[in-house]
């Protein structure tokens, strides 16, 4: 802070100090000439002013040390009101104290004692609430003219924050709300009206000219906050929304910072509830190492890791560019528990170095190739050393070590695999349970489908092609995935973390799988454009592609747990040291070709199936009357 503001700050702590000041004396001569029937005797006087004289310094020094002079005037708010409160509650206690300690001989009435707290709260606060809604123009009592006007979808909290946070907006200018809630109908809130609900914005949107909806509703399900987009669209309406609710509880933004509704916004879900309790029992104070920790899950996991405040974070990555930027950005936010450690989850000394080095209790094992067409053929025999080697060098060097808890981030594409990264997931899996057997070392499992904007995903290659003029490429016209956001899978892979007893495979719940060809219509919609701008168009599916992804094989069936978005798959035979002994030779030999790959992972991998009748191939997209074109979505 320059010295002019520090001297401009002083300023104006010495003003309010002064009407602080100003305001007592104010109030205690007003009480003496209201309890005196407006005309203060010369029997009183006396009293009046040399009471006066030792209350100002007490009232002076009690308002000092209760920090009254802290905060701004133009932001005055509650707090500000307690600490007045407290300040002068004190000093009503402490001043006839005092008069009868220095042995005051003029008569001072009772009921002075009592009015002059009560008008100096008054004085105090009243002139401070004053001032700011001077500051905000609200004395004024004219509607604000200035800002494009809009309305407001939701009447809760977070919409009173945000009529309070623009109402210093000149971009803005909130004319109505509209809720559901039949209580709130016709209700005001801090000024604003609550015009009607939801279903009527069509015709309210005409009556107040607005071209812009603001949804403020962000701890609404996922098919409510669908819904409003859908009626707003339809009345040609652009839709903005605040933060997304976890953002808001985390402090990264505030309400205010409002922004256009995104795809994620509408497949977003409800909020995950975690077992806070036990999750800082597993975490809090203890060394959490993280494989792939700058991937797309990775990354998340080391942030929501991170807020249980273990003892040591290790971030163990093969990129250099990934480590570095998740380092810098939890360094920013003041981390300085991060070990960051370049190594390949193939290299067993490395691994074991880290492991033995740093001693991690629980290991998050995120590092894997996971994208399906590139895996499919000229990096098969890649996919299989990385996903299943690099799976076993950790969990097995994690075993020897002592580790506790080793959790493996698998896929629903490891489910009845009809390509190689899911064959090569479904080993990795296998792996984990066959180390499982006479082991202290708990192994879980945690299988989920499709995050929404991982790198590589869907979307952010639909926002590309949308910017570039379209069209946007998807590959069949009935090909269905199951999505949940980052932050979620990260939320319930620490959760299933927590329950995990060991040798278990945790199922999340996805909800219900969504058609691509309904996330590219709803993209177009969102971007401002129809299908006659930008176009849909069916390429065909990609090497190894099912239409449908499956979260349990066909001989699995799970069980609740207690979470309610986590069920458990009953664990099938597991495998023995023999078995690992003999898939640790096969990698460890000489690189195989893809045939040969193909034949070891069906193998192994029993419902492991690469033909054509496990998937609709070319011959189905020209059926449905689509032409296959060289762009992939």
Known sequence: MSWYARLHMNERRILAFTHDVTATAIAWLLAFWLRLNLEISSEFLSAM???????????????????????????????????????????????????????????????????????????MGGSRVAYRAWKEKRLYGALRVHGEPVLVLGAGDAAVTLIKEMERSHQWRIVGILDDDITKQRLTLHGVKVVGRIADLQSLATEYNVGNVIIAMPSATHQTRRRAVEIASAANLRVLTVPALDDLISGKVTVSAIRKIELED??????????????????????????????????????????????????????????????????????????CVAGDVRDAARVEWAISQYRPQIIFHAAAYKHVPLMENENAWEAVRNNVLGTLCVARTARQQGVEKFVLISTDKAVNPTNVMGATKRLAEMVCGSLQQESDTRFVVVRFGNVLGSSGSVIPRFREQIAQGGPITVTHPEIRRYFM?????????????????????????????????????????????????????????????????????????TLATPHP????????????????????????????SVSVVRQELARRVPEYCNNDDARIGDASVAQAGVVPQRNQG
Not at 70 to 82: C, E, K
Not at 109 to 122: A, E, K
Not at 311 to 336: K, M, P, T, W
Not at 494 to 502: P, S, T, Y
């Open 565 to 592: 978005k986590l069920r458990v798959a009953k664990a099938r035979d597991t495998l023995g040291q023999q078995w690992l002994a003999e898939i640790e030779r096969w990698i460890e030999a000489s690189p195989s």
């Open 485 to 557: 956001s980052i932050p979620e899978a990260a939320q319930l892979v620490l959760q299933a973390g927590l329950m995990g007893k060991g040798g278990e495979i945790f199922v999340l719940d996805m909800g219900e799988p969504v058609k691509i060809v309904d996330l590219a219509r709803d993209m177009i919609r969102l971007s401002g454009f129809s299908e006659e701008d930008i176009r849909v168009a069916f390429t065909g599916l990609r090497p190894g592609e099912k239409l449908y992804e499956e979260l349990l094989a066909d001989d699995e069936t």
């Open 266 to 339: 509408l497949l977003g879900r409800d909020a995950v509830v975690l077992d806070d309790e036990g999750l800082h029992g597993l975490l809090t104070g203890k060394s959490v190492m993280i494989t792939g920790a700058g991937g797309s899950i990775g990354s998340e996991l080391v942030r929501q890791i991170a807020r249980f405040r273990p003892a040591r974070i290790v971030l163990f990555e093969l990129s250099e560019f990934a480590l570095y930027n998740i380092h810098q950005e939890l360094e920013d936010r003041g981390l300085s528990s991060l070990v």
């Open 49 to 123: 002013l040399l009471g006066m004289l030792w209350l100002l310094p007490l009232h002076a020094l009690i308002f000092l040390r209760a920090g009254l002079y802290q905060g701004i005037w133009r932001y005055a708010s509650l707090p500000d009101l307690r600490r007045i409160l407290m300040a002068v509650g004190i000093a009503a206690l402490a001043g006839p104290a005092l008069l009868y300690l220095v042995q005051f001989g003029h008569p001072v009435p009772r009921s002075v004692f009592v009015l002059h707290p009560l008008l100096l709260i008054i004085l």
